[in-house]
Each structure stands twice: as structure tokens, then as C-alpha cells.
């Protein structure tokens, strides 16, 4: 019973480098999104998807590009990593009730 | 702007000492509350929606309750495997699903 699968778990970046974090999900949700973590700020969206082929600006956006893969998956990237995106990641999905279900995230440190 | 505000930001409890943890929220149009626990090192893990004033909902050892402007989440008698970070989400008008959240409030149960 997977429900929502993120990779890598951890990742140090250097500074400018680009990288894509991956989700998964196998509940057959039609909505995913991207939330970052910060200790005092709490989780912040960064981008949704509200269904396979569309996509939205969260709150932070900036620095960020998202891809709905297919219905499954949805992907993060940074282009040119900065020490600011130091952060814990975390991708969820949610069906037409609006509960949504969390992976367990992805740790990356930007040096 | 949709807002929530927890308090306290931390709480340390004794094995059976009942508490309550709030959740104040500013939203146009509550379509829904959330509640979720989270442990280090993991995602959130949904525990209850709340729609309208006066909705209660329990788990195990949990209640949670619904006013216009607030909601509590009632601890009775908690055990040390209670302890974790709880967070509250609102979410607003819309059809896309977004959930503002809380900084949640770091749960500690001692022996």
C-alpha cells in the first residue's frame, strides 16, 4: 500500500546545480501537489495540479517548474539551486474529497 | 488572504494530563478544516475534516470541534505515543483544492 511515493529521501546540491524531485502516486487522484517546509513557516505550496495536463502557482513559486508527467507522477525542478531552497519537500494528492495524502519527503541541502 | 494561527507552539503534557490545542483560522467561505499529525522525519498523516460550526469528530483519544472562527483538538488522557507536531489546514472557495496551513503546535507527552 504505497499511496505516495517521493525520491530521492535526501540530496545535497551545490549552489547552481539543477535537479528534479520525483512523485508518485497509486490512489488514482486526479489533483497533486508540491509544499515545502521551513522550521517557523509551515507547509507552503509551491505548485499544484488540479488535473492530469494542468498546472498552478502555489505560493512560492519562484525558482521552481513543475511537470504532470502523466497522472501518476508529478515532478519538481530546480533549475539553478539556491542556498534558499534548503528545505524539506513534500508532494501530496487528493481525489474530489479534498483530503490529501502526504509522502514523507524529500530532505535537500544547497551548500 | 486565507490564515491560520496554532497556539500554543509547543506543549509538554504528563502521561493522562488532558489538554487542548488551537486553531484559529480567517478564510471567505470555509469549505473545510483539517487536521493532521505529523512525526519527525515523516509526512503529515490525515486525522479529521470539519465542514460547518458545531461539527465534532473523534478518534481514539482525539476530538475535534468546529466554531466559525476556531477549532480545538481535545487530547484525553494522552500517551507518550501521542507526542508529534499537529497541524490545522483550512481550505476556501474554490475548486482547486488548496489547503492553507498552520506552523503547527509540537506535542510532547512524558511518561
Known amino acids: 500500500n504505497a499511496g505516495v511515493t517521493q525520491t530521492p529521501k535526501f540530496q545535497v546540491l551545490k549552489t547552481g546545480q539543477s535537479m528534479t524531485l520525483q512523485c508518485a502516486q497509486d490512489?488514482?487522484?486526479?489533483?497533486m501537489y508540491w509544499y515545502r517546509q521551513d522550521p517557523g513557516m509551515g507547509l507552503r505550496l509551491i505548485y499544484y495540479?488540479?488535473?492530469?495536463?494542468?498546472?498552478d502557482k502555489g505560493e512560492v513559486p519562484n525558482g521552481y517548474n513543475v511537470s504532470r508527467l502523466n497522472k501518476r507522477e508529478f515532478s519538481l525542478r530546480l533549475e539553478s539551486a539556491a542556498p534558499s531552497q534548503t528545505s524539506v519537500y513534500f508532494c501530496?494528492?487528493?481525489?474530489?474529497?479534498?483530503?490529501?495524502?502526504f509522502g514523507d519527503g524529500t530532505r535537500l541541502s544547497i551548500l | 488572504e486565507d490564515q491560520v494561527t496554532q497556539s500554543p507552539e509547543a506543549l509538554r503534557l504528563q502521561e493522562g494530563e488532558s489538554s487542548s490545542l488551537n486553531c484559529s483560522y480567517t478564510?471567505?467561505?470555509?469549505?473545510?478544516l483539517f487536521w493532521y499529525r505529523q512525526d519527525p522525519g515523516k509526512g503529515p498523516e490525515f486525522l479529521f475534516t470539519?465542514?460547518?460550526a458545531g461539527e465534532e469528530k473523534e478518534k481514539e483519544r482525539l476530538k475535534a470541534t468546529l466554531t466559525k472562527k476556531e477549532s480545538f483538538l481535545h487530547i484525553t488522557a494522552p500517551k507518550p505515543e501521542d507526542s508529534a507536531t499537529y497541524l490545522c489546514a483550512v481550505q476556501g472557495p474554490g475548486s482547486n483544492y488548496k489547503l492553507t496551513f498552520g506552523k503547527g503546535t509540537l506535542l510532547t507527552v512524558n511518561p
Open positions: 490512489m488514482n487522484h486526479n489533483s
Open positions: 495540479s488540479a488535473s492530469e495536463g494542468t498546472t
Open positions: 470539519l465542514y460547518s
Open positions: 501530496a494528492s487528493s481525489a474530489q474529497s479534498s483530503v490529501q495524502h
Open positions: 478564510v471567505s467561505g470555509l469549505r473545510g
